[in-house]
T-cell receptor
Framework: EDKVVQSPLSLVVHEGDTVTLNCSYE??????LLWYKQEKKAPTFLFML????IEKKSGRLSSILDKKELFSILNITATQTGDSAVYLC????????????FGQGTILTVHP | EAQVTQNPRYLITVTGKKLTVTCSQN?????MSWYRQDPGLGLRQIYY???????DKGDVPEGYKVSRKEKRNFPLILESPSPNQTSLYFC????????????FGQGTRLTVV
């Protein structure tokens, strides 16, 4: 069975803190891992990772993949209240070619 | 504007009354899929379609039907809705299945009483 597990499930921090969100996976025929941000509406795309050890960066957000240990992390530095959202990771493929398996999500709350 | 459009955005219905949630994309994407989102469970895939006339079950297909007669449309049909199908539903599309980001519709909040 394909599995994507995120941790922590929720996190409360203050503005300026740095956070690290984790996503581990057990998916056959792995090819990529995607991160999304969801703010009370539709998820929006953040990153797609296909290669181990290569950091993807966008402003204060960065992400990296470890295909040997089967996990990815999403880092957010100098957090702002606008970073409050649910962060989702997803892995395509697995037992059926067209499947897309999401983790449960991490709820991040950033207080002023 | 490139987008995925779902309708309706909100729907309250009664048990057993057939309903359809429409999904349309204007980006000529091959891959489309439906998800339901429930608290603590993340997004779970209901059905997906790799292209026109090609559909397959996701993780939670029971009680749902789909069709893909045209590339742009991928409706979700609940033949006999039940209260356990009360959920937030998202349609998404991507250029192809692998290694491309998905674009999501705005969601449909369905309540079955």
């Amino acid at each position: 069975e394909d599995k994507v597990v995120q941790s922590p499930l929720s996190l409360v921090v203050h503005e300026g803190d740095t956070v690290t969100l984790n996503c581990s996976y057990e998916v056959t025929n792995f090819r990529s891992l995607l991160w999304y941000k969801q703010e009370k509406k539709a998820p929006t795309f953040l990153f797609m990772l296909t290669s181990s050890g290569i950091e993807k960066k966008s402003g204060r957000l960065s992400s990296i993949l470890d295909k040997k240990e089967l996990f990815s992390i999403l880092n957010i530095t100098a957090t702002q209240t606008g970073d409050s959202a649910v962060y989702l990771c997803a892995v395509p493929g697995g037992t059926s070619y067209g499947k897309l398996t999401f983790g449960q999500g991490t709820i991040l709350t950033v207080h002023p | 504007e490139a987008q995925v459009t779902q309708n309706p955005r909100y729907l309250i219905t009664v048990t057993g009354k057939k309903l359809t949630v429409t999904c349309s994309q204007n980006m000529n994407h091959e891959y489309m899929s439906w998800y339901r989102q429930d608290p603590g469970l993340g997004l779970r895939q209901i059905y997906y379609s790799m292209n026109v006339e090609v559909t397959d079950k996701g993780d939670v297909p029971e009680g749902y039907k789909v069709s893909r007669k045209e590339k742009r449309n991928f409706p979700l049909i609940l033949e006999s809705p039940s209260p356990n199908q009360t959920s937030l539903y998202f349609c998404a599309s991507s250029l192809r299945f692998q290694n491309t980001e998905a674009f999501f519709g705005q969601g449909t909040r369905l309540t079955v009483v």
